[in-house]
């Protein structure tokens, strides 16, 4: 193919890629939140077979966009509240184009300087905005999962070297590190502990809002003198509640525990001054995890974990060999991930950060806290229902008396389309769980939810 036709191709698939894309962010304030069909209601609109000859470039973003746009969620609704997921700024969703666009691999700082500088800036201005310690080594990854996961293996090797032994020699050689958490520690903890060799958490009880047991955090690492790797939570996947950093800190840390914080959401509480006391504490632990997807509002795959020694973290999970380029005196930020070859994934918080300044980012925070307490404020005077968690930060779960009514309700919300909040279990009830995350969520939306919502309980015959 000749320069001229690739340029031609280029120009052709972006114009019709823009064009849809803005159709699809047009239609969220109208369309159905669910999507219209199911995954073999897709299928049954493509070709299943790899044909033999190709196709030009925009007409295959014109075949994926007719064939898939069925099958899409709005998930970048104001009315979406589903599994913890904001939107995205437009100067976020423009900054993760251009990194498709400018095609760099962001592992190295020496060949792809543009991208690094970005991220490096990101990097300072959230450990700025956090309230984290400066210098603390920052890696971009895919999700909190991946986030939780970076800093657990930090954590676990920090465990081994305090015990004399060399990480690298590997788990066959260590000794038993112990790992603890709440009880209302969050899945992705729980996996992230798999992945780095700690296995399963042991629980150490929980209040009834989620909040870690000091008092049993402390009786277990009594227990015996083995290594530990405590963690916390900021933000509970329910509730919204958030641990007691001080306390719970301060004991782990006299235990010689490695303290890690579960921040998907949550942490980005300390960028408020009205919300930062939920967060008392919480920059003394040794490792933090968030989702810049979440509560910053920039598109997905943008994780971030933070280790307060960054020469840990590199020791960890930096790679080495001969061919990669590297500068002796400062760390590349594939030496904070554990991944070699990634896409620039903090250019879009640079961008976002850029956009909304220290401010805005706290007036994003607040205001998704006022429209969740406005919601459940709404959900308290619909007959029937109750609001099951004292709403702090931005969770809002609610339920009828009974839990087949409450499922009913969560079902015909999803089906009726107007809103999309998820069903779970909590406490021992079924609830609808309502997670307020995106930046749009304003007062009518706010409206349309408990109207959908009194809507729904009227239908499913829940009654005072």
Not at 394 to 413: I, K, S, Y
Request: glycine fraction near 12%; include cysteine; aromatic fraction near 6%.
């Amino acid at each position: 193919m000749d320069r001229d036709t690739v340029r031609r191709e280029y120009r052709e698939a972006l114009d019709a890629a823009h064009r849809r894309a803005v159709e699809w962010l047009d239609s969220l304030d109208d369309r159905p939140i669910r999507p219209e069909l199911d995954v073999d209601g897709v299928l049954s609109r493509l070709d299943r077979e790899l044909p033999e000859g190709g196709a030009k470039a925009a007409a295959v973003v014109e075949e994926m966009a007719d064939a898939s746009g069925p099958g899409l969620m709005a998930m970048g609704s104001s009315r979406f509240y589903g599994f913890v997921i904001g939107g995205a700024y437009p100067a976020a969703l423009g900054a993760d184009w251009l990194v498709s666009a400018w095609d760099q691999n962001s592992g190295s700082r020496q060949p792809t300087p543009g991208t690094a500088a970005l991220e490096e800036v990101a990097a300072e201005w959230l450990l700025d905005l956090l309230g984290l310690p400066g210098g603390s080594g920052v890696g971009f990854v895919t999700g909190a999962t991946m986030a939780n996961t970076s800093c657990l293996i930090v954590g676990r090797d920090a465990m081994l070297r305090r015990a004399g032994v060399d990480p690298l020699a590997g788990l066959q050689a260590a000794p038993r590190i112990r790992f603890l958490a709440g009880g209302a520690v969050h899945t992705s903890v729980v996996l992230a502990g798999r992945l780095a060799g700690l296995g399963v958490p042991v629980t150490v009880g929980a209040d009834a809002q989620g909040r870690i047991d000091v008092d049993g955090l402390a009786r277990a690492l009594a227990e015996d003198d083995a290594p530990a790797v405590v963690s916390l939570q900021a933000g509970e996947v329910h509730s919204g509640a958030f641990d007691d950093f001080a306390a719970a800190v301060s004991v782990a840390h006299d235990a010689g525990a490695w303290v890690h914080v579960d921040g998907a959401f949550g942490l980005w509480a300390a960028a408020s001054p009205r919300l930062r006391h939920l967060t008392v504490g919480m920059s003394e632990a040794d490792s933090w995890a968030t989702d810049a997807h979440k509560t910053l509002n920039v598109p997905y795959d943008c994780g971030v974990a933070i280790v307060r020694d960054e020469a840990a973290m590199t020791a960890s999970l930096g790679a080495h060999a001969a061919y990669l380029p590297a500068v002796a005196t400062v760390s590349d930020p594939y030496d904070r991930v554990p991944e070699l070859s990634r896409r620039a994934r903090g250019v879009p918080v640079w961008a976002a950060l850029r956009t909304l300044g220290r401010g805005g980012v706290a007036a994003l925070v607040d205001g998704l806290a006022d429209a969740a307490t406005a919601l459940a404020d709404g959900f308290r005077a619909i007959p029937g229902l109750e609001v099951l968690n004292d709403v702090v930060f931005t969770q809002v779960c609610v339920a009828a008396r009974d839990d087949d009514d409450t499922a009913a309700l969560g079902e015909w919300l999803r089906d009726e389309g107007t809103v999309w909040a998820s069903s779970s279990s909590w406490r021992g009830r079924t609830v609808v769980r309502f997670a307020v995350s995106n930046f749009g969520t304003g007062a009518e939306a706010i409206a349309r939810t408990v109207d959908a919502v009194a809507r729904g309980a009227a239908s499913v015959g829940i009654r005072g």
